[in-house]
C-alpha cells in the first residue's frame, strides 16, 4: 500500500514535524510504501530523503488569498502528484494540506486521512469541509478532538485518538552528558536549573515563569532558567530579554536557540516547566517525560492526559504565578519526589505513549481503510 504525505511546511518547525519523521522512521515498509510531499527544499525534505523516502516538490498557496483559480490550479497540481505516484492514501499534516488534498481527490479512489495536532479551530464552514472530506481524523489528544471537532457530532464516528509517540531508546536519563552540558552553561554545583524548551510565542507562558523565578529567586539565589527554542517573532524575542532585565533576573536567565540534543539538555534540567495557555499535545513534555525529568506543566489541553497530576508530574492552573511558583518550591524542597515523579513518568511513557504503540495505532486506520477498499 503505498502513502502520500503531505506537509505544510519547508522547514522542520514544531514537534508536528519531528513526529511525523519519527512515526515514519518506524513505519512497516514491508507493507506500507512511504511517499511525501513538501512545499520546497528544506530541513524536512533532507530529513525525509534521508530515511529513504521519494520527496515530491509542490508549492502550497496561502488558501487565505480567496484566489479561486490559483487555489484550482494548485489542487490539480497535487491531483498529478497523486495520480503520478499512485498513492492508495493521503495523510495529510496541516489544514492547508488538508484543505487542497481534498479538492485534489474528488472522484479519486484515494482515501484521505487528516493528521489533527491543533486544538485551536478555524473558520466552522471550513473545518467541517475538511472533516467531512476526511476517512478518518486523527487527533493527539481528547483535548483536541474537543475543542476542534466538540461542535459537529456528524464527525465523530470519523475521529480517532492517537497519541503522539516517543523512542524511550533515544530519550532517557543520560547523567554523564547533562554533567557537560551544565558545566558549558556555567551550571554551579548545588544550582537548581529549571528549563522550559519551545518557541518563543506569547501561547507558550514565559512571562509567567518570569514572574514565578522573580519571586523565587529572593528565597532560592541557587535557581537558574533556560529559556531554549526558535525565536519566531524577533520583536517579542527581543521583549522577553527586556523583561527579564526589568525584573532583575538577568543573570538568572540562559537564553539558547534550538539545539539538536534535546535528550542531554533535558537530563541536564532539575525541573521542565511548560505554561503553556494552549497545547494539542506537546511532544517536548513526552520527551522529559521519557528522560525522567521532574516536569510542572499547565493544565490544558492534552497535558492532562499526558500527567497524572502528583503522580508523573505537576500541574498547576494557566497564568497563576502562585501556584506555578508554589509548585516549582515543593520541588526544589523535594529531591526524592523529584525523582520518584520523574521514574513515573518514564514508566508512563512506555506504557501510554511510545513510538512503537503510536506507528501500530495509526498502520490499523490505514488497514481499516484498505478493507474498506476492497469492498
Known amino acids: 500500500m503505498k502513502i502520500l504525505y503531505v506537509t505544510n511546511r519547508s522547514e522542520i518547525f514544531s514537534g508536528g ?31 525525509l530523503r534521508s530515511l529513504g523516502i521519494k520527496v515530491y516538490l509542490w508549492d502550497m498557496s496561502s488558501v487565505r ?10 489542487a490539480l497540481e497535487l491531483r498529478d502528484v497523486i495520480t503520478d505516484c499512485g498513492a492508495d492514501i493521503i495523510h495529510t499534516n496541516g489544514s492547508r494540506a488538508q484543505f487542497y488534498a481534498a479538492l485534489a481527490l474528488k472522484n479519486m479512489d484515494a482515501h484521505l486521512v487528516w493528521h489533527v495536532r491543533e486544538s485551536i479551530r478555524d473558520i466552522p464552514i471550513y473545518d467541517r469541509f475538511l472533516g467531512s472530506s476526511a476517512a478518518r481524523i486523527i487527533c493527539v489528544s481528547r483535548a483536541v478532538r474537543k475543542e476542534r471537532f466538540g461542535g459537529y457530532p456528524n ?86 530579554r527586556k523583561m527579564v532585565r526589568d525584573m532583575g533576573i ?6 539558547s536557540p534550538p539545539r539538536d540534543d534535546v535528550k542531554t539538555v533535558l537530563s541536564a534540567l ?6 503553556s495557555q494552549r497545547e494539542g499535545f506537546s511532544r517536548v ?31 498547576v492552573p494557566c497564568d497563576d504565578v502562585m501556584r506555578l511558583t508554589e509548585a516549582i518550591e515543593r520541588l ?28 501500530l495505532l495509526v498502520q490499523k486506520q490505514y488497514e481499516e481503510l484498505k478493507a474498506l477498499q476492497a469492498h
Do not use: W
Not at 513526529?19 to 506500507?32: A, I, N, P, V
Open 17 to 47: 514535524q519531528i513526529s511525523l519523521l519519527e512515526f515514519l522512521s518506524g513505519l512497516d515498509r514491508s507493507r506500507f510504501e512511504p511517499v511525501a510531499l513538501c512545499p520546497g527544499e528544506g530541513g524536512m525534505s533532507e530529513r
Open 65 to 74: 488569498t480567496f484566489n479561486i483559480l490559483k487555489i484550482r490550479e494548485k
Open 155 to 240: 464527525l465523530a464516528p470519523k475521529i480517532q485518538v492517537i497519541y503522539n509517540g516517543v523512542d524511550t531508546n533515544k530519550f532517557f536519563m543520560d547523567k554523564e552528558k547533562s554533567e557537560r552540558t551544565r558545566g558549558g552553561m556555567n551550571i554551579r554545583r548545588g544550582d537548581v536549573l529549571l528549563g522550559i524548551i519551545g518557541l518563543l510565542v506569547p501561547l507558550k507562558g514565559h512571562p509567567v515563569l518570569f514572574e514565578a523565578l522573580k519571586i523565587l529567586a529572593e528565597k532560592h539565589p541557587e535557581v537558574r532558567l533556560l529559556v531554549l527554542g526558535k525565536t519566531v517573532d524577533e520583536a517579542y524575542g527581543s521583549r522577553l
Open 250 to 255: 538577568g543573570e538568572k536567565v540562559i537564553f
Open 270 to 275: 532539575d525541573i521542565f516547566v511548560l505554561p
Open 285 to 315: 513534555l513526552l520527551e522529559a517525560m521519557a528522560c525522567s525529568t521532574p516536569i510542572i506543566a499547565s493544565n490544558v489541553g492534552g497535558n492532562n492526559e499526558a500527567i497524572v497530576d502528583g503522580e508523573s508530574g505537576l500541574l
Open 332 to 359: 526544589i524542597a523535594g529531591i526524592g519526589f523529584r525523582e520518584k515523579i520523574g521514574l513515573k513518568a518514564r514508566e508512563r511513557v512506555k506504557n501510554y505513549f511510545s513510538i512503537e504503540k503510536n506507528i
